[in-house]
């Protein structure tokens, strides 16, 4: 084969890989934009070709979109597009006022995110006072926090954790995104005279895999747990 021949056919050959990556990531870029929620890669592997390189048309993709007025978004494990952060003061407008939450539920939403998984006790532990069920029927309203196992203890009380809608609404790719100790501080989150050796908890979690200190949920019911209570109870 001649050194003319030789150049033609690895042209040829990457001419069809751009095509292949240019079509895998218009078959993804439809499937993401169809979802009213985000879509997992197991999901895209499923729908596209064998032998797709779903990760690298995904890293494409975010390229693609990067300068634009959306952007490809990872949510976990899971894809979505969402307007580009710059942008979103267009999508203010007058609207229903959402629920505020209280100090409390605010509280126990930041145990439950950095010491996930965590029970009710160990919450209580943490912040030093009791956590009513009122503030965590409101986060399991919001879909921000779910129940994920149970610990391997005596009484084997629920644990708590975080989801995938925690982290879209907060704009987090992992539950490892959460700010550490001195984006806090430069947030005016935490005090100036921070005690010494003090650090900030860093989950150690991979997505919806229980830690060896639990067990799988069985049937439960949520009144014995203190959970979703009449309003009038709280």
């Known amino acids: 084969m001649s050194n003319a021949e030789f150049s033609t056919m690895q042209r040829d050959q990457a001419v069809d890989e ?26 895209l592997a499923e729908r596209l070709p064998e032998n797709t390189d779903i990760a690298a048309t995904l890293h494409h993709l975010q390229k693609v979109y990067a300068n634009r007025g959306v952007h490809l978004v990872q949510v976990g494990n899971n ?19 959402q629920r505020k939450l209280s100090r409390a539920a605010m509280e126990v939403l930041a145990i439950i995110a950095y010491h996930q998984p965590v ?43 975080t989801t995938d809608a925690f982290l879209d609404h907060f704009g987090l790719p992992e539950i490892r995104d959460l700010p550490g100790l001195e984006e806090l501080r430069g947030a005016g989150l935490l005090s100036a005279r921070i005690p ?11 997505a919806d895999e229980l830690t060896e200190e639990e067990d799988p949920l069985e049937d439960i019911n949520l009144e014995e747990l203190g959970l979703l209570a009449p309003r009038g109870e709280e």
């Open 196 to 206: 010494p050796g003090f650090a900030v908890p860093v989950p150690n979690l991979e």
């Open 18 to 43: 751009d095509t292949t990556l240019a079509e895998a990531a218009r078959m993804i870029e439809a499937l993401i934009f169809a979802s009213s929620e985000p879509v997992s890669e197991r999901i």
């Open 119 to 161: 029970t009710r006790a160990e919450l209580e532990d943490i912040r030093g006072v009791e956590t009513s069920k009122g503030t965590l029927d409101v986060l399991m309203e919001t879909g921000w926090i779910k129940l994920r196992g149970r610990r391997r203890t005596p009484g084997r009380p629920v644990t708590y954790g």
């Open 79 to 97: 894809w979505a597009f969402r307007t580009a952060p710059d942008l979103a003061f267009l999508m203010n407008r007058e609207v229903v006022q």
